[in-house]
């Protein structure tokens, strides 16, 4: 009998851990995961805070970027929804939503679809810029020049762990304007992206572009010169 409710005990425990295992929240960060193919490597990143999802693949060599998509998610047992807000491959997909079963073990995040994928966080460590970020205006010789960033067309920094991307995109046709990211630091107010995939021009991966930034309340004040060398100075706001 004390051994029946031993083998009990133990079954129970393990049945516990394994639960509270796969429905754990999952930790803000981002991950990746390199997927081999005839084609060469294909580099998946996943960045998640604690209710934005994007997921973006590239080439390294060549460099290529190849889609991305993201939008607010929820957990819900082993489930991971997401509502997309953006899809680059929307046109021939027609995707505006995803439910992938997931499960975390010793720290990886494994989304265990079709094509399983064991995904690996990041070790950078957060910086004063994280957090999501929407093009809000410019600064010219007029002063200030604010847009709507209620309406459906945006253009949104998401800023995690020592990795940037932006995205221009419109939440309701789903038309996909551009992407572009990869690691940055920021310190002292000076701003660096270090580019890893940009979807208009393969060509700029690899640069490191260096900015002036400044934060007031929810603004984050941007200036300095684009990829292309002409003069910018933006203003992003935090998204709540």
């Known amino acids: 009998m004390k051994l029946k409710k031993i083998n009990i005990f133990i079954g129970l425990a393990l049945f516990l851990t394994f639960f509270n295992t796969i429905t754990a929240q999952i930790p803000a960060n981002v991950y990746h995961f390199e997927e081999k193919n005839k084609d060469g490597t294909l580099h998946h990143e996943l960045k998640l805070d604690a209710d934005y999802y994007v997921h973006t693949i590239y080439k390294e060599s060549p460099a290529e970027f190849i889609k991305t998509m993201g939008g607010y998610y929820s957990t819900s047992g082993n489930k991971l929804m997401v509502d997309l807000e953006f899809n680059s491959n929307h046109k021939e997909d027609k995707i505006t939503s995803i439910n992938i079963p997931y499960r975390l073990q010793k720290g990886k995040l494994i989304l265990q679809g079709t094509k ?21 205006g410019r600064v010219t010789e007029q002063g200030e020049q604010r847009r709507d960033t209620s309406r459906p067309r945006k253009t949104m920094k998401y800023l995690l762990n020592g990795h940037f991307q932006w995205i221009a995109y419109n939440t309701e046709t789903f038309e996909f304007f551009g992407s572009g990211g990869g690691t ?39 200036t300095g010169k684009s990829s292309k060398g002409d003069p910018l100075n933006e203003i992003w706001t935090k998204r709540e």
């Open 184 to 222: 940055y630091n920021a310190t002292n107010g000076k701003y660096i992206e270090n580019i890893n995939y940009f979807s208009r021009d393969n060509s700029r991966v690899g640069a490191a572009l260096s900015f002036n930034y400044e934060l007031n309340g929810k603004d984050w004040h941007h």
């Open 116 to 136: 399983p994928m064991t995904f690996t966080p990041t070790k950078l460590g957060t910086q004063d810029l994280d957090g999501k970020w929407l093009m809000t």
